[in-house]
């Protein structure tokens, strides 16, 4: 590796801008913890059009740099575009997961109800049992009692 200077940034520059990135990545995973599916997506949309940003910006980059360079540049655009297009998939996995667990709540919800429609139903036929058998034991009495 060589001693010399190639990038359009000073080094220490580059060291620093690393430090708040990691800085914001970790205040962005504890909020993430603690917010709700919509702001989550939200934050992963932001994510992904700043990786997009920083993807241009390293295209941008390359361009001006020597051979060598340019090869690390294309390497690391390529590795730049590989986890773009995993936190992609991701997020379509996670949308998909979403939607399962959606529909398992609402199943879980309808059957919820089905057993207490049951249990209503269940209710109704002995109170009606009690009451026919009420009816009659009152209709005995009556009979008896005129006769």
Do not use: C
């Amino acid at each position: 590796m060589t001693t010399e200077s190639h990038s359009a940034q000073p080094l220490s520059k580059k060291l620093s801008d690393l430090a708040q990135r990691a800085k914001a990545a970790e205040d962005a995973f504890e909020a993430a913890r603690t917010e709700t599916k919509q702001k989550l997506d939200a934050r992963l949309d932001h994510a992904r059009s700043a990786v997009e940003q920083l993807k241009q910006t390293i295209q941008q980059d390359a361009s001006s740099a020597n051979a060598q360079a340019k090869e690390q540049w294309q390497d690391l655009q390529g590795r730049v575009a590989k986890r773009v297009e995993k936190i992609k998939a991701d997020f379509s996995t996670r949308q998909q997961e979403f939607a399962a667990d959606r529909a398992a709540v609402r199943a879980d919800f309808a059957e919820d109800e089905a057993a207490a429609a049951v249990d209503d139903a269940t209710s109704a036929v002995e109170y009606a049992r009690y009451a026919v058998l009420n009816a009659v034991s009152a209709r005995l009495n009556a009979d008896s009692a005129s006769t």
